[in-house]
């Protein structure tokens, strides 16, 4: 990648990851949460199930957060395992239905065909990370790269302080502004806090 | 047809007979489930930037963060929301009716929200959401009928040699279907007014004329083009699905693509493929009214079309501009007396907040000194 170009795949955002770092995952978090029920959604019969599922995917990534050195692909992860879990639903609700209700057999049979097609996942991988990316490129420039720089890759605000030459009082106000701008810009960043 | 369907049943707005037939289709043959399997994804993957979910809660179950105050999630279901302003609308009908009634010894006076259609004689008739309408000819014949909150023309083949044109006018706030007699289905934005022929005439381009914005769902014909032509612009296409917007007030003229190919040219010239732009999906060009230049760039598909689930999408785009969407999608009338804010880009989406709640998200980031009252809003 082109530097100054986002990349969620940042290796320094992975490994603060794998640290426990509370402020990435939760970054994580905010990014992917939403989008990824949205994809859950469109893989179950029963959608109420997508915002547990999703939970269940964050839940997972959390427990074996030391783990997550060896992936590469962030953007793949999240959403393979999505759809994993997606898959096990599926299963364990045809299970339960068989034998009772018709209709949701039909529906059952085409979200199975859905969960599977190659080119449907392809697309909705890439567009998931075409997202996130200009939902964050979309910020001002100060701001992402304030943003960047404090969440993607850990630096703290004195850091970015020496690194930008501007004094640690700029970088607070900065970040307050990116912070005020993005509640609004990313409603999914509504309470970072700093 | 058949493409609604498909819509409706992803939406989950399908009715149950409807439903059936969808997934009949579905699995009838494999070519239908790749195509379905497409659109699936594609409406999955617009769908990705709705925000409805209430993050929060989840975020603080998952680490368990003890400085975390829980609170209660205050999001009203959708479905209250939906009967709520259904009952609104009833409610407001109900009104325009007793009026109606009681005045009917006067001169009829059309509600400054009334959907209209101006019939090829100068009559003007008001067509009510959920109504029965029927349009007929000078002859009596019926050319086409309101199906709820869609107007349908009938392709009666007769072989008139004289185009017969209807208008349809959508006031802010409303948004309507048409459906035209060669089949091409359009959906009308708010503030927006289509004049069309009744009947297309054979070996004869089908041309309309738009006024504000629409979507486009073009029958394929490929001997006849369907040719939009709109404020110093003619869209040219043979069969294809495109959104459509050349509100006057704009300073462009946008028009995105979502299938198929559509040309694009002056409407003083004869078209030409020389002079003509071609524009392919994922694709919207930019007509500048003032430089009279075309921009062709990649486009952001959901921003353009999201108003047909009655959305507003805003990615980065100056306060006043949308001042103006606001007014339509909302009914209102916004006074800005504070320059600066104009030039602000804001970024967001709403769908189903009052006009109120979407004062109170904007003033999160831009403290803006805004008074409400009733439908005008002053901004100091």
Same mark, same amino acid.
């Given at each position: 990648?082109?530097?100054?170009?986002?990349?969620?795949?940042?290796?320094?955002?992975? &490994?603060?990851?794998?640290?426990?770092?509370?402020?990435?995952?939760?970054?994580?978090?905010?990014?992917?949460?939403?989008?990824?029920?949205?994809?859950?959604?469109?893989?179950?019969?029963?959608?109420?199930?997508?915002?547990?599922?999703?939970?269940?995917?964050?839940?997972?990534?959390?427990?074996?957060?030391?783990?997550?050195?060896?992936?590469?692909?962030?953007?793949?992860?999240?959403?393979?395992?999505?759809?994993?879990?997606?898959?096990?639903?599926?299963?364990?609700?045809?299970?339960?239905?068989?034998?009772?209700?018709?209709?949701?057999?039909?529906?059952?049979?085409?979200?199975?065909?859905?969960?599977?097609?190659?080119?449907?996942?392809?697309?909705?991988?890439?567009?998931?990370?075409?997202?996130?990316?200009?939902?964050?490129?979309?910020?001002?420039?100060?701001?992402?790269?304030?943003?960047?720089? &404090?969440?993607?890759?850990?630096?703290?605000?004195?850091?970015?302080?020496?690194?930008?030459?501007?004094?640690?009082?700029?970088?607070?106000?900065?970040?307050?502004?990116?912070?005020?701008?993005?509640?609004?810009?990313?409603?999914?960043?509504?309470?970072?806090?700093? | 047809?058949?493409?609604?369907?498909?819509?409706?049943?992803?939406?989950?707005?399908?009715?149950?007979?409807?439903?059936?037939?969808? *997934?009949?289709?579905?699995?009838?043959?494999?070519?239908?489930?790749?195509?379905?399997?497409?659109?699936?994804?594609?409406?999955?993957?617009?769908?990705?930037?709705?925000?409805?979910?209430?993050?929060?809660?989840?975020?603080?179950?998952? /680490?368990?963060?003890?400085?975390?105050?829980?609170?209660?999630?205050?999001?009203?279901?959708?479905?209250?929301?939906?009967?709520?302003?259904?009952? !609104?609308?009833?409610?407001?009908?109900?009104?325009?009716?007793?009026?109606?009634?009681?005045?009917?010894?006067?001169?009829?006076?059309?509600?400054?929200?009334?959907?209209?259609? *101006?019939?090829?004689?100068?009559?003007?008739?008001?067509?009510?959401?959920?109504?029965?309408?029927?349009?007929?000819?000078?002859?009596?014949?019926?050319?086409?009928?309101?199906?709820?909150?869609?107007?349908?023309?009938?392709?009666?083949?007769?072989?008139?040699?004289?185009?017969?044109?209807?208008?349809?006018?959508?006031?802010?706030?409303?948004?309507?279907?048409?459906?035209?007699?060669?089949?091409?289905?359009?959906?009308?934005?708010?503030?927006?007014?289509?004049?069309?022929?009744? *009947?297309?005439?054979?070996?004869?381009?089908?041309? $309309?004329?738009?006024?504000?914005?629409?979507?486009?769902?073009?029958?394929?014909?490929?001997?006849?083009?369907?040719?939009?032509?709109?404020?110093?612009?003619?869209?040219?296409?043979?069969?294809?699905?495109?959104?459509?917007?050349?509100?006057?007030?704009?300073?462009?003229?946008?028009?995105?693509?979502?299938?198929?190919?559509?040309?694009?040219?002056?409407? *003083?010239?004869?078209?030409?493929?020389?002079? !003509?732009?071609?524009?392919?999906?994922?694709?919207?060009?930019?007509?500048?009214?003032?430089?009279?230049?075309?921009?062709?760039?990649?486009?952001?598909?959901?921003?353009?079309?999201?108003?047909?689930?009655?959305?507003?999408?805003?990615?980065?785009?100056?306060?006043?501009?949308? $001042?103006?969407?606001?007014?339509?999608?909302?009914? /209102?009338?916004? $006074?800005?007396?504070?320059?600066?804010?104009?030039?602000?880009?804001?970024?967001?989406?709403?769908?189903?907040?009052?006009?109120?709640?979407?004062?109170?998200?904007?003033?999160?980031?831009?403290?803006?000194?805004?008074?409400?009252?009733?439908?005008?809003?002053?901004?100091?």
């Amino acid at each position: 990648m082109k530097k100054g170009r986002t990349n969620i795949n940042n290796e320094l955002f992975l &490994s603060l990851l794998e640290k426990g770092e509370k402020c990435a995952f939760e970054t994580l978090f905010r990014l992917y949460y939403t989008k990824l029920v949205q994809i859950a959604k469109g893989y179950l019969v029963y959608q109420q199930e997508a915002e547990s599922i999703v939970q269940n995917v964050f839940l997972k990534i959390w427990e074996n957060k030391e783990s997550l050195g060896e992936v590469s692909n962030i953007n793949n992860y999240l959403y393979t395992m999505t759809k994993n879990l997606c898959l096990d639903q599926l299963k364990h609700e045809k299970v339960k239905r068989k034998y009772i209700d018709n209709s949701y057999r039909l529906k059952s049979e085409i979200q199975y065909k859905f969960i599977h097609d190659e080119a449907a996942s392809l697309l909705l991988e890439n567009e998931l990370e075409g997202k996130i990316i200009r939902s964050i490129e979309l910020l001002p420039e100060k701001c992402k790269n304030i943003f960047k720089k &404090s969440r993607l890759e850990g630096l703290k605000h004195s850091e970015i302080a020496s690194q930008m030459g501007i004094s640690h009082k700029t970088v607070d106000n900065h970040i307050a502004a990116a912070l005020r701008h993005m509640r609004f810009h990313l409603r999914e960043f509504i309470s970072i806090s700093q | 047809m058949l493409d609604q369907k498909v819509y409706k049943y992803l939406r989950g707005t399908a009715t149950s007979k409807e439903e059936k037939e969808v *997934q009949d289709w579905i699995v009838s043959s494999d070519q239908n489930s790749k195509r379905f399997f497409e659109i699936k994804a594609e409406y999955v993957a617009a769908t990705m930037d709705d925000t409805h979910v209430d993050i929060d809660p989840s975020y603080h179950g998952i /680490v368990n963060d003890n400085n975390s105050t829980s609170r209660n999630s205050r999001r009203i279901p959708i479905t209250i929301l939906k009967s709520a302003a259904i009952l !609104a609308i009833l409610v407001g009908l109900g009104f325009i009716f007793r009026d109606t009634i009681l005045d009917s010894h006067t001169v009829p006076i059309i509600p400054g929200d009334a959907i209209i259609l *101006q019939l090829e004689n100068g009559n003007i008739e008001v067509i009510s959401e959920g109504g029965a309408a029927k349009v007929l000819d000078s002859e009596g014949n019926v050319l086409g009928a309101q199906q709820g909150s869609q107007l349908v023309y009938k392709n009666n083949g007769t072989s008139k040699e004289e185009l017969i044109y209807n208008t349809l006018t959508v006031p802010y706030g409303k948004r309507f279907d048409l459906l035209l007699s060669d089949g091409t289905q359009v959906t009308l934005n708010s503030g927006t007014s289509l004049k069309y022929p009744v *009947q297309f005439l054979k070996r004869k381009n089908r041309q $309309v004329f738009l006024d504000g914005e629409a979507f486009f769902s073009v029958a394929k014909d490929s001997v006849n083009p369907f040719i939009v032509n709109t404020n110093q612009l003619n869209v040219r296409v043979l069969g294809t699905k495109f959104n459509l917007s050349s509100y006057p007030e704009d300073q462009v003229v946008n028009t995105t693509l979502l299938e198929g190919s559509v040309s694009i040219y002056n409407e *003083q010239d004869t078209y030409d493929s020389s002079n !003509a732009s071609l524009l392919e999906p994922g694709f919207k060009a930019e007509w500048n009214k003032y430089n009279r230049q075309i921009l062709v760039e990649e486009a952001d598909i959901a921003m353009h079309t999201d108003w047909l689930n009655g959305k507003i999408i805003l990615r980065h785009v100056p306060f006043k501009n949308i $001042v103006k969407k606001l007014e339509r999608h909302y009914n /209102v009338k916004i $006074v800005n007396n504070n320059p600066k804010l104009d030039e602000e880009l804001f970024t967001a989406s709403f769908d189903i907040e009052t006009i109120d709640q979407v004062f109170k998200t904007f003033n999160h980031t831009y403290e803006m000194d805004y008074i409400i009252n009733d439908r005008k809003i002053i901004i100091n």
